[in-house]
């Protein structure tokens, strides 16, 4: 049976302004320019890309937590994208994030009681009692417990916090959450446990995930499909499976050529990517990734290539592949 969308973006753009002055045209950053992709009911759907492609930003401006500079945000087909503050506010409940610091995320002033039963409060959802006992029951889940109710987040450790930062958002009973390098700050010993628990509680409740990783290894091991961004675009987009096999755009290779192998015997030659990834301020013409990439043509210099649909739901944004 094929899953029902949940959220589909379409054409979604962020930009931001950059103030050069009195007499100076307008300039803007485009940290999410032409997004468009869509969530299933049930999966994990991974964003990734360096540091700067703008995969953060695209997480928090659905939430709405950034204010989209343009395109729709549709959720269960209604569009989000222009909800009025006390709307969005409820949908809230139904949309949640897990940030990537477990340190900055959760109020030091406050006790993981207060952490949890807040939202509960906020959405005026069960008595006082109930709520209490929901964030036991929540954090025994999580696996904590009634012990830790009223100690303060600094009394725990990077993974116990990340822990907590998941109770909140799943308290509400969400129906999709947007996980922002959710382990990406923790020892890599405590990663495992961490994706293990969010794999625990999708099937326990039956969430839908947008994951945001630099690290490919970790998305490899978590996702259903994966979109990889560069400076703003999607390049290519592909079911896990489907991207770590058969990679076709130039960016997704040389980093899926910094994945550890898995296998001794397994052998994978590194493609190293020269240079920085480019101001989103002032990207390059033509395809912005043409500087760094090693099969760049004369094209690739002027024109911006466009959206080509392979097989099964596989795209990529390259010329290579328009002929
Ligand atoms: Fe490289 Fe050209 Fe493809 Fe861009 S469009 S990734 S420069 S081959």
Redesign the pocket.
């Known amino acids: 049976m094929v899953a029902s969308p949940l959220l589909e973006v379409k054409n979604l753009k962020k930009y931001y302004e950059v103030d050069q002055g009195w007499f100076k045209p307008k300039t803007y950053v485009k940290a999410v320019d032409d997004v468009s992709f869509t969530v299933y009911k049930g999966e994990t759907f991974g964003l990734v890309g360096e540091s700067g492609c703008g995969k953060s930003t695209t997480g928090r401006t659905l939430l709405r937590l950034n204010a989209p500079t343009d395109g729709s945000i549709l959720f269960e087909n209604k569009d989000i994208s222009e909800l009025p503050y006390e709307k969005m506010r409820k949908l809230r409940r139904r949309i949640q994030m897990v940030f990537q610091d477990p340190y900055a995320s959760l109020n030091p002033k406050k006790t993981i009681r207060q952490i949890l039963t807040e939202p509960l409060r906020v959405h005026d959802l069960h008595s006082k009692e109930e709520r209490v006992k929901k964030a036991i029951e929540i954090l025994e889940i999580v696996g904590l417990s009634e012990y830790h109710l009223d100690r303060y987040p600094h009394e725990f450790s990077g993974g116990q916090r990340q822990r907590i930062g998941i109770a909140r958002a799943v308290i509400l009973q969400p129906d999709l959450i947007v996980t922002d390098e959710p382990v990406s700050a923790l020892d890599v010993s405590i990663q495992s446990q961490v994706i293990n628990l969010l794999l625990k509680l999708q099937k326990e409740f039956d969430l839908t995930y947008i994951f945001i990783s630099h690290d490919l290894s970790v998305v490899k091991h978590i996702t259903d499909r994966v979109a990889v961004m560069y400076l703003g675009k999607i390049v290519e987009l592909a079911s896990t499976k489907e991207l770590f096999q058969n990679p076709k755009?130039?960016?997704t290779k040389a980093l899926i050529s910094a994945v550890p192998v898995s296998h001794p015997d397994e052998k994978r030659e590194r493609i190293i990517l020269t240079g920085d990834v480019p101001s989103p301020a002032n990207p390059p013409k033509g395809?912005s990734?043409?500087p760094r990439?090693s099969?760049?043509?004369a094209i690739?210099q002027t024109e911006a290539?466009p959206v080509v649909e392979m097989e099964n739901g596989h795209t990529v944004t390259?010329?290579?592949f328009t002929k």
């Open positions: 755009h130039p960016y395809c990734f043409h990439c099969e760049c043509m690739c290539p390259c010329h290579l």
